[in-house]
Structures are given as structure tokens and as C-alpha cells.
């Protein structure tokens, strides 16, 4: 069971945005989906490294070197230890603290150590960090060439042996940490589903830390390859004091609370598939403040930055409408970038010194049909400082020229960020006066804003931002007089009403739902039902951090916290109308169920390892049908999922134009846009995706996904094909003689039959014929 890494070239130039996406989507899910998905843990994401210098006002404290207790040769040497590839790696700088990381970290007693490696004449760097006063090693991350030798499948080692290293590896690395201080998070499943057949084997465990015996928000992460080689390792070391284990709320106590504050709401809910939507359901979900971790000590229930949560003392408001309101673009032409920026510049304060300097034109998320100019304005830098530019962003609709986001401040933290001055004559406004000017805004820039949303019911205090310099407002979308749980609007003005953040990123599509449903499940019996599916542990949750509002001093609580029984419960909701419950959106950690028709198959082998790893899946009879043909584009479904099984979110955010014949709207056409960025087929390629697959079809696009089309073209009179009876019938013999003498496919009785019909189980067969191919050609298989 294992997983293998695919990272993008040039990666980290998108740390910090992959970063802020990973935010962005978590918040999002937690609105959506039923319970705990950021409540249970909403600290994880903040251990992501991002490289953004310390915010003003946010500077980490200097570390005092005399309380180091491992020096920076002890530091170096312990690493050379634990890597015995580093032998040949130089050390470029040592330094103590100041890891360029935002929010800085709590405890900067850590030695930063930059290592710098040659191949040829090639120079590559990486970093690596260690605990000062403990001696942990904190994070190291090997990658190419340092790893040398590639661990494809099948892999040198099991999983289980590569846990019983893991284990020995973590008692040398963290010394400070016992056995009982670890809990291993192991779902095979979870595994299988983040890996992928072709590329580098890997087994990445998890380990849940525990302090006091109790469970954190931290968790312990290493990963080990195929041939028994540790490629990373990464342990929390936030430095933040942990309260006692002994709560002064018992359990029974917190228990009465959960239940009498947990009430559910009737919604429609998407239903995703793909990272698109793809249905809509009336569906009851718990209300957000239920399901918020209720603090041990006190006995109220706190949100993500460690504040107290009343109970939600007020329905959602209806907006008013404005005599100043949103009006879309109707000269049916798609606005240029310029126009897109003065429509921006009316609403929302962008600082003077700041001017246009990228406008890219893609597809919106989530909604892909929609196009929006993707739009930054950066001041000018002087001199060379590190971090990243002081910046503001929006995204517009290119044909409405209605805004779905816009950031002031697009990289939090910048170097180059300053305070915004106040504006001219301007004065501060009150509470009364900050909400009359959110709902102005609102309507300057949703269409249709006081028909189609309500102000979310927080009570005031909630709208004043924690730091006090501004006022936050969620807006809840409606139709048909429900709410939609598709993640709130959000608009943040700073103390004088200018607008400093707005995100009204939607999902499209519920207006299909023509009529009203009424709900054949009561929200008594809803109620009911949820009470059952969470259960509450104590542990330490860590609150507070960084988001794109504000940022929050990190501290860790003791709590009690509302966790879904099972963990694929947390991507479940109740129907309203058949009260069954569905899973809204994909749980990675699902096991795939066994097919029942394959015992005795010829393929059997190949055909269940495609099951383990979800390229192919039974039908809800547990039927596989191994021998049903396939068609040329579940031919590309199939070897795309294989070599990524994420493939479809690639093509997220960008316009979706007509591929090799192959339309936007095809359910084919994420496979093959994937197929085209991989270099597996050319652009100039034309495919019948709805065709079934002869074995000549699939001879060519095997030479083609091998990047072979030259030597396909040199063997095209090899005596392999000639010697066939039915040679006559075969057009491209040079493709066919390539997977002859590579061996993923044969004759058969004196014949090749280039016309006969692929079938699943031929294409599992050839699927894991190119897996074991891995390392035996001159060139990377399924890479580009």
C-alpha cells in the first residue's frame, strides 16, 4: 500500500499561494460540509511553511543563543547522521531563528541549516532545521539528486517494514519524544488514495502527538521511499505553553452543553464530484456554532481564534436594497483587463503607489464556464528585500464585471507592507454606521444582493474585528426562501469603511432546481440523528494564527471537541427527502470495495491492484465487468488516474478550450487537457473519445505516451509485424512493433488482430506492464 509524490517544477513559487488556497478551501469546507472539518483542527494548516517575511507589528522574538543547548556542529552533525547522503552535501549557513516564516514561530530557538549539493554543473539547495534546546531534528525534506536511485514499483520494501523503520528513525530524530508520545494516524485507504501507480513509491505516516496523554492539533510527519530511504520528516516545534490536562468542566457537563447547543438547519447543499458540483440536494446540516470545541476550563464554546461564541442570537437579516447598486456589463463583449480595473478601483481602496501589473484571463473556481481577469497591483520595490511584494488582487467576472474577490493586502505579511494612512477628511465609523456602509457595498457588488442574500445573525460583537481596526460582515445566500451551504460571503472594511477584503467566490447551478422540495424528514428527526454521529474528546486544540483578515497569537487549549464518530461522517449529510445520507464530497480515505467477478480472471492481479487504487471502481452491484470494452477516452481516464489521481484538479482555473477534438463539456475532457499538458499526446492529435479502443489505437498512444513516436517511426518495417499473418491490416507497424518488443502487448496465434477491442481487463494488464516498466527506459514513464 503505498504513495507516491508528484510536486510541480518550480514549486516553490507557489507555496505561498497553494498555501492560501489550502486556507481558503478549508474555510470554505467547513461552511459546507457538516461538522468539525476546520473546528476539530483548524491549526494543522497553520504548520505549512510559507515564505513571507515577518509582518510589523509581528516581529519573533531574537533568540538568545546562550540558551541553546546543542551547538550548530552538534546541529549539522546529527544530521549527517541521520542522512547518510549528506556526506557529499555542503553546508552553505547556519543561522539561529529567523526562518522566514508568517506568522513567525513562537519558539525561533531552532537552528536553520542551508545545505547546497552538485551534480555536474548543476547546484541545488535545501534547508533543514534543529531543535536548539531539545536537540529534534524539526524539518528536512531530501529531494532529487540526493535520493539518487528512484524507488518505483514494485517497491524493495513493504509498508509494514517501512513503519518499523519510521519508528527507529523518529527515536534517533526526536529524542525528546517517548512512544507514549506518539499516536500513529494509519488509514491504509487515505494512503492509497493520495498515491498514484506511476512515478516514486513512497509510505507517508502521520503520527498524532500527545501531551499529557491527551492528543494536540500537532501531528508528526515522515515519509520513507520504496528502497527504505527517508526523503522527509517534519515535527512541530510551535514553542506554545500547554495548559494542565485536568479539565474544571467534566465531561458530562460539556456533554449537556453539545447537546443543547447543537441544532441543524435545512439547506441546499452541492454534492461535488471531481471538485465540481455536480447535483444539488435538500439536505438538514448542523449551524456552525454547534459543532464549535467547548473550552474545558470555562465551559463556553470558542471558534477558531480562541474568542467565545454565543449562541446565535439573531436571524440572518434581509438586505436592503440601495439607490447605488451593482449593475452588470451589458454590451455583451468581454471586458478587457483595464476595464476590469476601474471597475475594481471604484469600489474598493487600492493605496496610490500601487499600479496594475498582472492581468491573466482564466476560468473561475468553482464555477468553470465562468471566465474572470485574475488582476494584481503592486507598488514599486526599492532594493532587493526579500519576501514578497506589498500587493493587491482581485478577480472579476470578465463578462458582468462582477467581483468575486478582492484582497488589499495579497500577501499578508509582506516586507514591504505598511499601515494604510487615513483617508482624507475621513473619520472612523461607529458599529451602526460600519454595517449601514457593508450593506452599501453589498449591493455595489453582488447583483441582485437584497433579493437573493441575508446578513449573517452574528451579534455585534462578532463584527468588530479581534484587533479592533476593522469590521467583518458574512452575507448567506438564498433561494426559494433556504439558505444555500455552499461557504458565506465575506466583506472587511477597516475602520473607516474602506474595503479591505471581499470574497463571494459561489457555486452555480441551484437555479436547476425548479421546484421547491418539501423536506419528508423533520428537523426534530435530523437533530436526532446528528446527536448520534459525534462524540466529544478531550484533547488540546491550538487557536488562533494567521488568516487573511488578521492575525491572532497563537495559544493552545484545553478542550472538549465535538469529532464525527466515523471519520468519513464529517463529509456527510443528512437528504431531506429520503433521509439517507450522502457524502457531499469525496472522502480520500473510502475504501474501495472489492470486486466480485474477478476470482479466476485471467488478470485478476492487475485488474485489483487498478481497484486498490481506485483507477477502476466496482459498480454498486460489486461487479467490475473485466471484460466490457472500453472506449479511447476511459482509456485516458484510466492511465491519467493512475499516473495522478488528482489529475482533474489541474485544470482548475483555467479557461477550458477544445482539446484534440475533444470538447469542453465531454466528461473526457479533464483526462485528455491532462493528457496534452503531459506531453502524452500532441496538439495536434484529433480523438473520437466515445469510440471503443482497437489495439492498434492503443499501440499508437502507448508510443505516443512514452514519448517513442521517432523510434515508432524507425521500427515501421521491423520484421516483429511483418511476420504477422494479418500485417496487411495493420496501418502504423512501427507503433505496434514498439509495444511488441517492449512487451505490453502480443501476438496471438500468428496474428496481431489490430481491429479486436480493449477490454478493462487488457487495459489493467498494459497499465501495470507500464508500472513495472519504471527505470528500465532511457526516459521517465508518464512524466513530462
Same mark, same amino acid.
Given at each position: ?222 515519509? %520513507? ?43 441546499? %447543499? ?31 464554546? %470558542? ?180 439558505? %444555500? ?300
Amino acid at each position: 500500500m503505498l504513495d507516491r509524490k508528484n510536486s510541480p517544477k518550480n514549486s516553490t513559487h507557489i507555496v505561498h499561494q497553494t498555501t492560501k488556497a489550502l486556507l481558503t478551501t478549508t474555510v470554505a469546507l467547513a461552511l459546507l460540509l457538516p461538522g468539525g472539518l476546520a473546528a476539530a483542527d483548524s491549526s494543522v494548516t497553520s504548520t505549512a511553511a510559507t515564505a513571507v517575511k515577518e509582518a510589523p507589528g509581528q516581529a519573533a522574538a531574537t533568540p538568545d543563543a546562550s540558551k541553546a543547548k546543542i551547538t550548530q556542529d552538534q546541529a549539522v552533525e546529527k544530521l549527517r547522521e541521520l542522512f547518510p547522503v549528506l556526506k557529499n552535501a555542503t553546508v552553505s549557513s547556519v543561522r539561529l531563528g529567523g526562518d522566514n516564516t508568517y506568522p513567525p514561530s513562537t519558539n525561533q530557538m531552532i537552528w536553520n541549516i542551508n545545505w547546497g549539493y552538485e551534480l555536474g554543473n548543476t547546484s541545488y539547495g535545501f534547508s533543514s532545521m534543529v531543535d536548539a534546546v531539545s536537540g529534534d531534528l524539526v524539518n528536512t525534506y531530501l529531494s532529487f539528486p540526493l535520493t539518487q536511485e528512484t524507488a518505483y514499483y514494485p517497491p524493495k520494501i513493504t509498508r509494514a517494514e517501512a513503519l518499523e523503520r519510521a519508528r527507529l528513525f523518529i527515536a534517533a530524530a526526536a529524542p525528546s519524544l517517548g512512544k507514549e508520545d506518539l499516536q500513529l494516524q494509519d488509514d491504509d485507504a487515505l494512503n492509497l488514495a493520495s498515491g498514484a501507480l506511476f512515478g516514486t513509491v513512497q509510505y507517508s505516516f502521520s503520527f498524532k502527538t500527545l501531551k499529557n496523554g491527551l492528543p494536540t492539533s500537532d501531528a508528526l510527519m515522515i515519509t %520513507i521511499d520504496g528502497n527504505g530511504n527517508f526523503v522527509q520528516f517534519n515535527k512541530p516545534s510551535s514553542g506554545l505553553a500547554y495548559p494542565s490536562a485536568k479539565p474544571a468542566v467534566s465531561l458530562e457537563a460539556a456533554q449537556k452543553k453539545f447537546t443543547d447547543g447543537l441544532s441543524v438547519g435545512l439547506y441546499y %447543499i452541492p454534492v461535488y464530484k471531481d471538485n465540481q458540483v455536480e447535483r444539488w440536494i435538500l439536505g438538514w446540516r448542523p449551524q456552525e456554532q454547534g459543532l464549535y470545541p467547548i473550552d474545558a476550563q470555562s465551559g463556553k464554546s %470558542i471558534d477558531n481564534d480562541g474568542a467565545e461564541v454565543a449562541a446565535l442570537s439573531a436571524r440572518d437579516e434581509t438586505v436592503p436594497q440601495t439607490k447605488e447598486r451593482f449593475q452588470p456589463v451589458s454590451t455583451g463583449k468581454e471586458l478587457t483587463a483595464e476595464e476590469a480595473a476601474k471597475l475594481v478601483q471604484q469600489v474598493a481602496f487600492i493605496p496610490a503607489d500601487r499600479k496594475l501589473s498582472s492581468q491573466m484571463l482564466g476560468a473561475s473556481y468553482p464555477n468553470q464556464k465562468q471566465k474572470v481577469w485574475r488582476l494584481t497591483w503592486e507598488a514599486e520595490r526599492k532594493g532587493s528585500i526579500a519576501g514578497f511584494p506589498s500587493s493587491s488582487s482581485a478577480e472579476v467576472d470578465a463578462a458582468t464585471g462582477q467581483i468575486n474577490v478582492f484582497q488589499l493586502e495579497q500577501f499578508t505579511g509582506s516586507a514591504d507592507a505598511k499601515p494604510q494612512p487615513a483617508p482624507a477628511g475621513g473619520k472612523k465609523l461607529t458599529q451602526a454606521e460600519a454595517k449601514k456602509q457593508a450593506l452599501a457595498l453589498i449591493n455595489r457588488l453582488y447583483d441582485q444582493a437584497s433579493s437573493e442574500l441575508k446578513l449573517a445573525g452574528h451579534d455585534e460583537a462578532w463584527s468588530v474585528l479581534p484587533d479592533g481596526k476593522g469590521f467583518r460582515y458574512e452575507f448567506v445566500r438564498y433561494y426559494k426562501g433556504i439558505p %444555500i451551504s455552499d461557504g458565506a460571503i465575506t466583506l472587511v472594511m477597516d475602520t473607516y469603511g474602506r474595503l479591505q477584503n471581499y470574497s463571494a467566490l459561489v457555486n452555480a447551478g441551484v437555479e436547476t432546481l425548479k421546484e421547491q422540495p418539501t423536506p419528508a424528514i423533520s428537523g426534530s428527526d435530523a437533530l436526532k440523528s446528528y446527536k448520534d454521529k459525534y462524540t466529544l474528546k478531550l484533547q488540546y486544540n491550538r487557536t488562533g494564527g494567521y488568516s487573511n483578515i488578521l492575525y491572532v497569537e497563537p495559544k493552545v487549549k484545553l478542550v472538549y471537541n465535538p469529532s464525527p464518530v466515523n471519520d468519513k461522517d464529517q463529509y456527510e449529510v443528512l437528504d431531506a427527502m429520503t433521509g439517507k445520507w450522502v457524502q457531499v464530497y469525496p472522502y480520500a480515505a473510502t475504501i474501495a470495495p472489492a470486486a466480485v467477478d474477478l476470482k479466476g480472471h485471467p488478470a485478476e492481479k492487475q485488474l485489483t491492484e487498478l481497484v486498490k487504487y481506485g483507477v477502476l471502481v466496482p459498480d454498486a452491484d460489486g461487479k467490475l465487468k473485466p471484460d466490457q470494452e472500453i472506449t479511447v477516452g476511459e482509456w485516458f481516464s484510466l492511465i491519467a488516474k493512475a499516473s495522478t489521481p488528482y489529475y482533474t484538479s489541474y485544470s482548475t482555473g483555467i479557461e477550458r478550450k477544445a482539446v484534440a477534438g475533444v470538447s469542453s463539456d465531454s466528461k473526457y475532457y479533464p483526462s485528455v487537457s491532462y493528457a496534452l499538458s503531459r506531453g502524452w499526446i500532441s496538439k495536434d492529435t484529433m480523438l473520437q473519445p466515445d469510440n471503443s479502443l482497437s489495439r492498434e489505437q492503443l499501440a499508437v498512444l502507448l508510443a505516443s505516451f512514452l514519448k517513442y513516436n521517432k523510434l515508432s517511426a524507425f521500427l515501421q518495417n521491423d520484421t516483429a509485424v511483418s511476420s504477422f499473418s494479418d500485417s496487411a491490416d495493420i496501418k502504423d507497424k512501427g507503433a505496434v512493433a514498439l509495444v511488441l518488443k517492449l512487451g505490453l502487448l502480443q501476438g496471438d496465434g500468428g496474428k496481431f488482430n489490430p481491429q479486436q477491442k480493449i477490454t478493462k481487463a487488457d487495459a489493467a494488464t498494459v497499465i501495470m506492464k507500464l508500472v513495472e516498466l519504471q527505470g528500465k527506459t532511457d526516459q521517465s514513464i508518464s512524466q513530462q
